[in-house]
């Protein structure tokens, strides 16, 4: 088997990018970061893991931005802090697909697991020491379970064969 990789610069026809304009931002930042809370008390989240999921921003401006929401202002979060909280939600709805409630998904988050990509650590912790790609990670692993992709560790058969060299040919 052989698979031909052609290197293009250009986007493919259709291709949908971020927007990271400020007008942009601000109009998905208080909705983000309102659910965010949401989330953050449903997962029982202390401060210091909700400053970590969000990126480390400082205590004072998480809370800044929480009492500007609160007092009906505007908010304009960092583009790399919406890409978290998108990737928080999308593991949100993913787990709630495959398990029956919130606190059987708040126990799986916590609960230390040995599957890949955990390595005996518990997804929340992998999300917060792993930084955007322990997220991703995570995000990943969540949507493959959800969609049936996902083998427990024994079960090697439906894996396919690795590459070997020179089955991928670069034009």
């Known amino acids: 088997m052989s698979v031909r990789v052609a290197i293009d610069n250009e986007l493919p ?6 927007d990271p304009s400020p007008e942009h931002r601000t109009r998905l930042s208080g909705p983000a970061l309102r659910t965010f809370g949401n989330l953050a008390r449903l997962w029982n989240l202390s401060e210091a893991e909700r400053l970590a999921l969000l990126g480390y921003p400082a205590r004072s401006t998480l809370h800044k931005w929480n009492g500007d929401l609160k007092g009906g202002r505007h908010i304009t979060l960092p583009f790399d802090m919406l890409m978290r909280l998108s990737a928080l939600f999308g ?11 919130d606190p059987e998904v708040t126990e799986w988050l916590r609960q230390p697991s040995t599957v890949l990509p955990f390595a005996g650590q518990s997804p929340l912790d992998l999300m917060i020491e792993g930084g955007f790609e322990g997220l991703l990670l ?3 692993y969540v949507d493959a379970w959800r969609g049936g992709a996902w083998l427990s560790p024994a079960d090697r058969s439906g894996v396919p064969t690795a590459f070997q060299p020179g089955d991928i040919v670069f034009e």
């Open 138 to 140: 995570v995000r990943r």
């Open 91 to 101: 593991i949100y709805k993913g787990l709630r697909i495959v398990l029956n409630s």
């Open 13 to 18: 026809a259709g291709a949908v990018m971020p």
